[in-house]
């Protein structure tokens, strides 16, 4: 078969299919998510085009199910992630003085930007992004040890740096032996 004829097979089985997989993806899931089963289920069928054989339908039907417990199953994860966020939480520190607080800040600030690339990420994904060391690891692209390594010295450096832009100057004793 040739890419037009795929194509032209593809169009004519969304054509004829599209609306019952969206009925059967409404009843499971509502209107809301039922376009994304519908999106899912063609882009399936459109990578795995020779496996839909003659009757196409109930093989639509079956992958619409397994592209909504897909759906389900993220949900779960997800509001499991926020749950067990939601218990990690630290009681938050007292306020700073106003003057402190933009002080602290415009330091916090200045020492992040003198950070290399990779300590900059690493601390982003995990304060800013509030990724766990396994998924900042993932996005990262290395595993989880060595993105501990780079988050606990990226860590270092960022307190070597704030305590550097706070720490006073003291004037150099010259002294000269005899």
């Known amino acids: 078969m040739t890419p037009s004829d795929d194509k032209a097979r593809f ?80 009681a938050p520190a007292p306020a700073p003085s106003p003057e402190d607080a933009f002080g602290a800040a415009d330091a916090l600030r200045d020492a992040f930007a003198r950070l290399g690339e990779r300590d900059r990420e690493a601390l982003a994904l995990v304060a800013w992004e509030g990724l766990d060391p396994d998924h900042a690891a993932r996005a990262a692209g290395c595993s989880r040890a060595t993105f501990a390594v780079r988050l606990h010295r990226a860590r270092r450096r960022l307190a070597a740096a704030i305590a550097e832009e706070h720490s006073p100057v003291l004037p150099l004793e010259v002294t000269h032996e005899a």
């Open 11 to 90: 169009e004519a089985l969304f054509e004829d299919h599209r609306r019952a997989v969206l009925a059967y993806a409404r009843r499971r899931v509502g209107d809301d998510a039922a376009a994304d089963v519908v999106a899912d289920t063609f882009l399936v069928a459109w990578r795995r085009l020779d496996a839909v054989g003659d009757d196409p339908l109930p093989w639509l039907y079956g992958v619409a199910r397994k592209v909504i417990a897909n759906q389900r199953r993220a949900q779960r994860r997800s509001q499991a992630l926020v749950g067990r966020l939601a218990e990690d939480r630290v």
